[in-house]
Protein backbone atom coordinates (compact mmCIF):
# COMPACT_ATOMS: atom_id res chain seq x y z
CA UNK A 1 0.00 0.00 0.00
CA UNK A 2 1.38 3.70 -0.77
CA UNK A 3 0.05 7.00 -2.04
CA UNK A 4 -1.16 8.68 -5.08
CA UNK A 5 1.37 11.35 -6.20
CA UNK A 6 1.59 13.67 -8.49
CA UNK A 7 4.87 15.53 -9.83
CA UNK A 8 3.85 19.03 -11.55
CA UNK A 9 6.40 20.63 -13.39
CA UNK A 10 8.10 17.07 -14.37
CA UNK A 11 10.23 18.42 -17.12
CA UNK A 12 12.41 20.62 -15.54
CA UNK A 13 15.70 20.19 -14.00
CA UNK A 14 14.01 19.72 -10.42
CA UNK A 15 10.68 18.24 -11.49
CA UNK A 16 13.05 15.13 -12.94
CA UNK A 17 15.03 14.98 -10.23
CA UNK A 18 12.33 14.72 -7.53
CA UNK A 19 11.64 11.70 -10.02
CA UNK A 20 14.50 10.24 -10.10
CA UNK A 21 14.46 10.50 -5.67
CA UNK A 22 11.24 9.03 -4.96
CA UNK A 23 12.56 6.56 -7.55
CA UNK A 24 15.68 5.94 -5.51
CA UNK A 25 14.43 6.30 -2.14
CA UNK A 26 11.57 3.64 -2.94
CA UNK A 27 9.30 6.51 -2.13
CA UNK A 28 5.72 4.23 -1.36
CA UNK A 29 4.01 4.98 -4.82
CA UNK A 30 0.70 3.45 -5.74
CA UNK A 31 -0.06 5.04 -8.77
CA UNK A 32 2.09 8.35 -10.15
CA UNK A 33 0.85 11.25 -12.49
CA UNK A 34 3.36 13.60 -14.04
CA UNK A 35 2.32 16.95 -15.22
CA UNK A 36 3.73 19.88 -17.36
CA UNK A 37 2.30 22.05 -19.75
CA UNK A 38 0.66 21.98 -22.74
CA UNK A 39 3.34 22.62 -24.34
CA UNK A 40 5.22 19.56 -23.17
CA UNK A 41 2.43 17.66 -23.09
CA UNK A 42 3.03 14.00 -23.98
CA UNK A 43 7.28 14.54 -22.87
CA UNK A 44 8.51 11.64 -21.92
CA UNK A 45 10.30 11.57 -18.56
CA UNK A 46 12.18 8.54 -16.19
CA UNK A 47 10.72 7.09 -12.99
CA UNK A 48 13.20 4.70 -12.03
CA UNK A 49 12.74 1.69 -15.04
CA UNK A 50 9.95 2.95 -16.17
CA UNK A 51 9.05 5.69 -18.60
CA UNK A 52 5.98 8.18 -18.36
CA UNK A 53 4.51 10.46 -20.37
CA UNK A 54 3.13 14.24 -19.27
CA UNK A 55 -0.18 15.05 -18.47
CA UNK A 56 -1.54 18.68 -19.19
CA UNK A 57 -1.86 20.18 -16.06
CA UNK A 58 -5.23 22.25 -17.26
CA UNK A 59 -7.83 20.77 -16.35
CA UNK A 60 -5.97 17.41 -14.22
CA UNK A 61 -8.08 15.97 -11.95
CA UNK A 62 -6.32 16.30 -8.57
CA UNK A 63 -9.77 14.32 -6.69
CA UNK A 64 -7.94 11.13 -5.31
CA UNK A 65 -4.91 11.96 -5.19
CA UNK A 66 -2.71 12.36 -1.80
CA UNK A 67 0.01 14.58 -2.74
CA UNK A 68 1.43 16.71 -5.60
CA UNK A 69 5.30 17.76 -5.67
CA UNK A 70 5.35 21.12 -7.50
CA UNK A 71 7.97 22.86 -9.45
CA UNK A 72 6.07 24.90 -11.42
CA UNK A 73 7.09 28.25 -10.50
CA UNK A 74 5.08 30.86 -8.57
CA UNK A 75 2.93 32.30 -11.61
CA UNK A 76 1.43 28.39 -12.63
CA UNK A 77 1.31 27.65 -8.36
CA UNK A 78 -0.89 30.21 -7.47
CA UNK A 79 -3.29 29.41 -10.05
CA UNK A 80 -2.89 25.69 -9.78
CA UNK A 81 -1.95 24.65 -5.77
CA UNK A 82 -5.49 26.34 -4.51
CA UNK A 83 -7.16 23.51 -7.07
CA UNK A 84 -5.14 20.92 -5.91
CA UNK A 85 -5.75 21.75 -2.33
CA UNK A 86 -9.15 22.25 -2.42
CA UNK A 87 -9.18 18.75 -4.06
CA UNK A 88 -7.99 17.50 -0.83
CA UNK A 89 -4.41 16.88 -2.47
CA UNK A 90 -1.79 17.89 -0.14
CA UNK A 91 0.28 20.61 -2.18
CA UNK A 92 4.40 20.80 -1.66
CA UNK A 93 5.62 23.78 -3.48
CA UNK A 94 9.03 24.17 -4.59
CA UNK A 95 8.30 27.86 -5.45
CA UNK A 96 8.35 30.94 -3.53
CA UNK A 97 4.41 32.17 -3.40
CA UNK A 98 3.54 30.45 -0.13
CA UNK A 99 6.97 30.34 1.82
CA UNK A 100 6.06 33.40 3.98
CA UNK A 101 2.32 32.98 4.30
CA UNK A 102 2.48 32.24 8.23
CA UNK A 103 -0.37 29.52 7.72
CA UNK A 104 1.90 27.46 5.59
CA UNK A 105 4.50 25.19 7.17
CA UNK A 106 7.92 26.00 6.26
CA UNK A 107 9.74 22.49 6.20
CA UNK A 108 13.29 21.08 6.74
CA UNK A 109 12.46 18.02 8.10
CA UNK A 110 16.01 17.65 9.97
CA UNK A 111 15.01 20.99 10.91
CA UNK A 112 11.63 21.55 11.96
CA UNK A 113 9.85 18.62 11.32
CA UNK A 114 7.14 18.84 14.26
CA UNK A 115 5.98 22.28 11.66
CA UNK A 116 4.13 19.94 9.36
CA UNK A 117 1.21 19.50 11.36
CA UNK A 118 0.37 23.00 10.45
CA UNK A 119 -0.48 22.02 6.67
CA UNK A 120 -3.72 21.58 6.97
CA UNK A 121 -4.92 24.90 6.99
CA UNK A 122 -4.13 25.07 3.55
CA UNK A 123 -3.44 22.04 2.72
CA UNK A 124 0.14 23.16 1.38
CA UNK A 125 3.35 23.13 2.24
CA UNK A 126 6.36 24.82 1.21
CA UNK A 127 10.07 24.32 0.25
CA UNK A 128 12.71 26.52 1.29
CA UNK A 129 15.06 28.79 -1.09
CA UNK A 130 17.92 26.06 -1.70
CA UNK A 131 20.64 28.20 0.19
CA UNK A 132 18.27 28.55 2.80
CA UNK A 133 18.07 24.93 3.56
CA UNK A 134 21.29 23.90 3.34
CA UNK A 135 22.42 26.80 5.66
CA UNK A 136 20.10 25.57 8.45
CA UNK A 137 20.45 21.90 7.73
CA UNK A 138 24.25 23.13 9.36
CA UNK A 139 23.50 25.51 11.82
CA UNK A 140 20.46 24.14 13.54
CA UNK A 141 22.09 21.13 15.53
CA UNK A 142 24.61 24.16 16.80
CA UNK A 143 21.89 26.31 17.37
CA UNK A 144 20.62 23.76 19.78
CA UNK A 145 24.10 23.12 21.66
CA UNK A 146 25.33 27.29 22.25
CA UNK A 147 22.22 29.65 20.57
CA UNK A 148 23.18 31.75 17.98
CA UNK A 149 23.15 35.44 17.80
CA UNK A 150 24.03 36.35 14.23
CA UNK A 151 24.95 34.68 11.35
CA UNK A 152 26.97 36.30 8.17
CA UNK A 153 26.57 34.67 5.33
CA UNK A 154 28.48 34.64 1.37
CA UNK A 155 26.72 32.36 -1.16
CA UNK A 156 28.20 31.09 -4.29
CA UNK A 157 25.19 29.81 -6.39
CA UNK A 158 25.67 27.88 -9.32
CA UNK A 159 23.72 28.38 -12.58
CA UNK A 160 21.09 25.58 -12.13
CA UNK A 161 19.37 27.43 -9.31
CA UNK A 162 18.54 29.35 -12.40
CA UNK A 163 17.47 26.70 -14.36
CA UNK A 164 18.00 25.26 -17.48
CA UNK A 165 17.97 28.60 -19.19
CA UNK A 166 20.96 29.42 -17.26
CA UNK A 167 23.08 26.45 -17.30
CA UNK A 168 22.96 26.76 -21.18
CA UNK A 169 23.68 29.88 -21.16
CA UNK A 170 26.65 29.14 -19.05
CA UNK A 171 27.66 26.49 -21.48
CA UNK A 172 27.05 28.49 -24.84
CA UNK A 173 28.92 31.65 -22.87
CA UNK A 174 32.63 29.11 -22.34
CA UNK A 175 32.12 27.59 -25.38
CA UNK A 176 31.92 31.26 -27.59
CA UNK A 177 34.90 32.51 -25.39
CA UNK A 178 37.07 30.12 -27.59
CA UNK A 179 35.62 30.64 -30.57
CA UNK A 180 36.16 34.49 -32.04
CA UNK A 181 33.02 35.69 -33.51
CA UNK A 182 30.60 33.54 -31.18
CA UNK A 183 30.62 35.48 -28.27
CA UNK A 184 27.12 34.95 -26.56
CA UNK A 185 25.76 38.01 -24.95
CA UNK A 186 23.98 38.11 -20.98
CA UNK A 187 20.52 36.99 -21.76
CA UNK A 188 19.21 35.25 -18.56
CA UNK A 189 21.76 37.03 -15.79
CA UNK A 190 22.66 40.11 -15.83
CA UNK A 191 26.18 40.36 -16.79
CA UNK A 192 28.21 37.47 -18.59
CA UNK A 193 28.53 34.10 -16.08
CA UNK A 194 31.70 32.55 -17.69
CA UNK A 195 34.64 33.46 -16.20
CA UNK A 196 32.82 35.62 -13.80
CA UNK A 197 30.71 36.42 -10.73
CA UNK A 198 27.49 38.28 -10.87
CA UNK A 199 26.74 39.69 -7.11
CA UNK A 200 23.11 39.77 -8.12
CA UNK A 201 20.46 36.70 -7.52
CA UNK A 202 16.97 38.00 -7.98
CA UNK A 203 16.06 41.95 -7.93
CA UNK A 204 17.14 44.57 -5.68
CA UNK A 205 15.12 45.75 -3.00
CA UNK A 206 14.15 49.13 -1.50
CA UNK A 207 17.42 48.83 1.35
CA UNK A 208 20.10 47.34 -1.55
CA UNK A 209 19.57 43.42 -1.03
CA UNK A 210 18.40 41.55 -3.59
CA UNK A 211 15.47 39.32 -3.03
CA UNK A 212 17.40 36.08 -2.59
CA UNK A 213 19.41 37.80 0.26
CA UNK A 214 16.12 38.66 2.00
CA UNK A 215 14.89 35.40 1.34
CA UNK A 216 17.60 33.58 3.43
CA UNK A 217 17.32 35.98 6.12
CA UNK A 218 13.13 35.62 6.43
CA UNK A 219 13.28 31.65 5.58
CA UNK A 220 15.56 30.99 8.68
CA UNK A 221 14.11 33.25 10.59
CA UNK A 222 10.50 31.09 10.14
CA UNK A 223 12.25 27.66 9.72
CA UNK A 224 14.91 27.42 12.64
CA UNK A 225 14.62 31.17 15.19
CA UNK A 226 13.32 34.33 14.86
CA UNK A 227 15.56 35.85 17.32
CA UNK A 228 18.46 34.80 14.99
CA UNK A 229 19.97 37.59 12.87
CA UNK A 230 20.81 37.12 9.41
CA UNK A 231 23.11 39.32 6.98
CA UNK A 232 23.81 37.75 3.29
CA UNK A 233 25.53 38.73 0.15
CA UNK A 234 24.26 35.92 -2.40
CA UNK A 235 26.86 35.63 -5.65
CA UNK A 236 26.05 33.64 -8.79
CA UNK A 237 29.16 31.79 -9.81
CA UNK A 238 30.21 29.63 -12.75
CA UNK A 239 29.16 26.60 -11.28
CA UNK A 240 26.64 24.17 -12.94
CA UNK A 241 25.45 22.45 -10.19
CA UNK A 242 26.14 22.80 -6.36
CA UNK A 243 25.76 25.85 -3.64
CA UNK A 244 28.63 26.90 -1.60
CA UNK A 245 28.36 28.97 1.52
CA UNK A 246 31.25 30.27 3.69
CA UNK A 247 29.28 31.09 7.05
CA UNK A 248 30.17 32.84 9.93
CA UNK A 249 28.49 32.43 13.16
CA UNK A 250 28.00 34.44 16.48
CA UNK A 251 26.70 32.58 19.12
CA UNK A 252 25.32 33.41 22.71
CA UNK A 253 27.82 30.54 24.44
CA UNK A 254 31.61 29.26 23.37
CA UNK A 255 31.55 26.49 21.06
CA UNK A 256 35.33 25.40 20.93
CA UNK A 257 35.64 23.80 17.01
CA UNK A 258 35.97 20.54 17.75
CA UNK A 259 32.91 20.18 19.54
CA UNK A 260 30.89 21.52 16.91
CA UNK A 261 33.08 19.49 14.15
CA UNK A 262 31.44 16.23 16.63
CA UNK A 263 27.81 17.69 16.71
CA UNK A 264 28.08 18.00 12.98
CA UNK A 265 29.37 14.74 12.67
CA UNK A 266 26.22 13.36 14.63
CA UNK A 267 23.61 15.81 12.76
CA UNK A 268 21.14 14.56 10.24
CA UNK A 269 21.70 15.45 6.75
CA UNK A 270 25.29 16.50 7.09
CA UNK A 271 28.16 14.81 6.28
CA UNK A 272 31.47 16.66 7.94
CA UNK A 273 34.71 16.70 5.37
CA UNK A 274 37.47 18.53 7.37
CA UNK A 275 41.03 17.22 7.35
CA UNK A 276 43.57 20.61 7.18
CA UNK A 277 45.46 19.87 4.43
CA UNK A 278 45.61 20.69 0.76
CA UNK A 279 42.32 19.14 -0.64
CA UNK A 280 40.70 18.53 2.48
CA UNK A 281 37.47 19.75 2.34
CA UNK A 282 34.24 19.49 -0.30
CA UNK A 283 33.89 21.76 -3.25
CA UNK A 284 30.78 21.56 -5.43
CA UNK A 285 32.13 18.98 -8.38
CA UNK A 286 32.33 16.49 -5.20
CA UNK A 287 28.88 17.26 -4.12
CA UNK A 288 26.79 16.64 -7.47
CA UNK A 289 24.28 13.90 -7.07
CA UNK A 290 24.57 13.25 -3.27
CA UNK A 291 21.55 13.30 -0.40
CA UNK A 292 24.07 15.17 1.83
CA UNK A 293 25.04 18.76 3.42
CA UNK A 294 28.47 18.79 3.52
CA UNK A 295 30.94 21.06 6.12
CA UNK A 296 34.58 21.73 6.08
CA UNK A 297 36.62 24.35 7.14
CA UNK A 298 35.47 24.82 10.67
CA UNK A 299 37.26 26.80 12.71
CA UNK A 300 37.63 29.14 15.62
CA UNK A 301 36.86 33.16 14.72
CA UNK A 302 38.95 34.66 16.79
CA UNK A 303 37.41 38.40 15.84
CA UNK A 304 34.28 38.23 17.66
CA UNK A 305 33.30 36.48 21.00
CA UNK A 306 32.17 32.86 20.69
CA UNK A 307 32.51 32.89 16.90
CA UNK A 308 33.19 30.00 14.32
CA UNK A 309 33.57 30.05 10.76
CA UNK A 310 32.64 27.14 8.50
CA UNK A 311 31.96 26.03 4.60
CA UNK A 312 29.03 24.39 3.48
CA UNK A 313 28.18 22.64 0.42
CA UNK A 314 25.45 20.94 -1.20
CA UNK A 315 23.61 19.84 -4.57
CA UNK A 316 21.66 22.58 -4.87
CA UNK A 317 19.04 20.08 -7.28
CA UNK A 318 19.05 17.97 -4.27
CA UNK A 319 18.84 19.02 -1.14
CA UNK A 320 18.32 22.59 -2.42
CA UNK A 321 15.07 21.58 -4.26
CA UNK A 322 13.79 18.15 -5.28
CA UNK A 323 15.36 16.38 -2.08
CA UNK A 324 13.90 18.33 0.68
CA UNK A 325 10.65 18.19 -0.96
CA UNK A 326 10.58 14.44 -1.16
CA UNK A 327 11.57 14.16 2.76
CA UNK A 328 8.87 16.76 3.16
CA UNK A 329 6.70 14.13 1.20
CA UNK A 330 7.99 11.45 3.52
CA UNK A 331 7.29 13.06 6.81
CA UNK A 332 3.83 13.87 5.78
CA UNK A 333 3.06 10.24 4.86
CA UNK A 334 4.70 8.87 8.21
CA UNK A 335 3.13 11.53 10.61
CA UNK A 336 -0.44 12.87 8.68
CA UNK A 337 -1.81 11.14 5.57
CA UNK A 338 -2.68 7.33 5.50
CA UNK A 339 -1.56 4.76 2.64
CA UNK A 340 -3.95 3.53 0.41
Known amino acids: MGYKVVVAGATGNVGREMLNILAERQF ?172 QIDVFMEDGQTKEEWKMVAETKKIMDPSVKVTATCVRVPVFVGHSEAINIEFEDFLDEDEARDILREAPGVLVIDKREPGGYVTPVECVGDFATFVSRIRQDQTVENGLNLWCVSDNLRKGAALNAVQIAELLGNRCLKKG
Open 28 to 199: PVDEIAVLASRRSLGTEVSFGDRTLKTRDIEGFDFTGWDMALFAIGSEATKKYAPIAARAGCVVIDNSSLYRYDPDVPLIVPEVNADAIMGYAKKNIIANPNCSTAQMVVALKPLHDRARIRRVVVSTYQSVSGAGKEGMDELWTQTKGMYVPGQEVAPKKFQKQIAFNVIP
